[in-house]
């Protein structure tokens, strides 16, 4: 249940990252702890480093990734 509350809030953009601090609490940082300048659903699902470890089971049901 939790991951699939996790992959619900992620499609709708309700999820903590910059993306959604940029938008809800403008006060928090929209970088992305990789360095990257905004954290953002494109950047954590297909180019952040730190999920590098991760990115396999996405491509198990994805091979593209498509958001």
């Known amino acids: 249940r939790a991951t699939h509350s996790r992959i619900i809030q992620t ?10 601090y940029a938008r809800f609490v403008p006060t928090e940082s929209v970088s992305c702890p990789c360095g990257h300048p905004q954290q953002t659903r494109a950047h954590i699902l297909t180019e952040c480093p730190d999920f ?5 089971h996405l491509r198990a049901a994805s091979r593209t990734l498509s958001l």
């Open 11 to 20: 499609l709708l953009g309700h999820f903590f990252c910059g993306e959604y």
């Open 52 to 56: 590098d470890a991760y990115r396999h």
